[in-house]
Nanobody, 125 residues
């Protein structure tokens, strides 16, 4: 079955870095657009980044652009989110998700049909 498992979350001070991983199984992640979202306590899911299925382009939310980098490792069927210069407002549970193989809206949660369980990131001030 399709499965996504996030890892790499933790506690870090503001200005620090974390690298999140999303291990995919049951499908070839290189053939699908893959996204990162986050959800702070009591808030709705917020789009973070999406890698398109061609692997040529990556899209970022303005709140993380210049600080976060999403990437793929096709040999390991995994996607990653390198987070630098973390801020307290980055505190959230981070999810990776597989986009439906239609459309071009890379920032809408409804465009993603498979989700991991999330990994928690806490940034202290």
């Amino acid at each position: 079955q399709v499965q996504l498992v996030e890892s790499g979350g933790g506690l870090v001070q503001a200005g620090g870095s974390l690298r999140l991983a999303c291990a995919a199984s049951g499908f070839d992640a290189s053939a699908w657009a893959m996204g990162w979202f986050r959800q702070a306590p009591g808030k709705e899911h917020e789009w973070v980044a999406t890698l398109d299925r061609s692997g040529r382009r990556t899209y970022y939310a303005s709140s993380v652009k210049g600080r976060f980098t999403a990437s793929r490792d096709d040999a390991n069927n995994a996607v990653y989110l390198q987070m630098n210069n973390l801020k307290p407002e980055d505190t959230a549970v981070y999810y990776c998700a597989r986009k439906f193989n239609t459309g071009t809206d890379y920032g809408d949660t409804t465009a993603f049909g498979s989700w991991g369980q999330g990994t928690r990131v806490t940034v202290s001030s």
